[in-house]
T-cell receptor, first 112, second 112 residues
């Protein structure tokens, strides 16, 4: 069974204090790993897709990286507007349905 | 562009009542999904439609039915609402089964 574990569950940072969120996964052949951002009261917003170990994607202050067992979402010099819940999802290469398994998310609060 | 539109945004039902949640996307996406999100449980797939004319069960289909009305619209019906169905419901779509999802803004449903 595919499993996705995100850590920490919650993270509080001061503005400008860089950190990383972790997404560890167990899947029978990874087809893709997705990162989403979810603001309170809204639906998740797609950020990145990573397909193979060593791949990196960047968007503003966010950089996602991928290894064979985990992905990191690095946040450089965060601002209060980066406060949100960040969700990770993994998609297995086998099975045929391609339905991703979502983690429970990391709630990030950035204080000014 | 509106993306994925869900109606209603809020709903309160009495136990045993029925209702239909509506979802429409304007991105010409082939695949559509219904999720529920509960505190501590993350996103759980209820039903999905890989393409127009097909529907399949997800992780938690009991108590729900779906209809893929056309390529744009995918509705979720609760025939006899139960308090356990109190949740936030998200509709999502993707160009195909393998890509990242575009989510709607959600329907917050309370069953009393």
């Amino acid at each position: 069974e595919d499993q996705v574990t995100q850590s920490p569950e919650a993270l509080r940072l001061q503005e400008g204090e860089s950190s990383s969120l972790n997404c560890s996964y167990t899947v029978s052949g990874l087809r893709g790993l997705f990162w989403y951002r979810q603001d309170p009261g809204k639906g998740p917003e797609f950020l990145f897709t990573l397909y193979s170990a060593g791949e990196e994607k960047e968007k503003e202050r966010l950089k996602a990286t991928l290894t064979k067992k985990e992905s990191f979402l690095h946040i450089t010099a965060p601002k209060p507007e980066d406060s949100a819940t960040y969700l990770c999802a993994v998609q297995a290469a086998s099975g045929g349905s391609y339905i991703p398994t979502f983690g429970r998310g990391t709630s990030l609060i950035v204080h000014p | 562009n509106a993306g994925v539109t869900q109606t209603p945004k809020f709903q309160v039902l009495k136990t045993g009542q029925s209702m239909t949640l509506q979802c429409a996307q304007d991105m010409n996406h082939n695949s559509m999904y219904w999720y529920r999100q509960d505190p501590g449980m993350g996103l759980r797939l209820i039903y999905y439609s890989a393409s127009e004319g097909t529907t399949d069960k997800g992780e938690v289909p009991n108590g729900y039915n779906v209809s893929r009305l056309n390529k744009r619209e995918f509705s979720l019906r609760l025939e006899s609402a139960a308090p356990s169905q109190t949740s936030v419901y998200f509709c999502a779509s993707s160009e195909d089964r393998m890509g990242g999802y575009t989510f709607g803004s959600g329907t917050r449903l309370t069953v009393v």
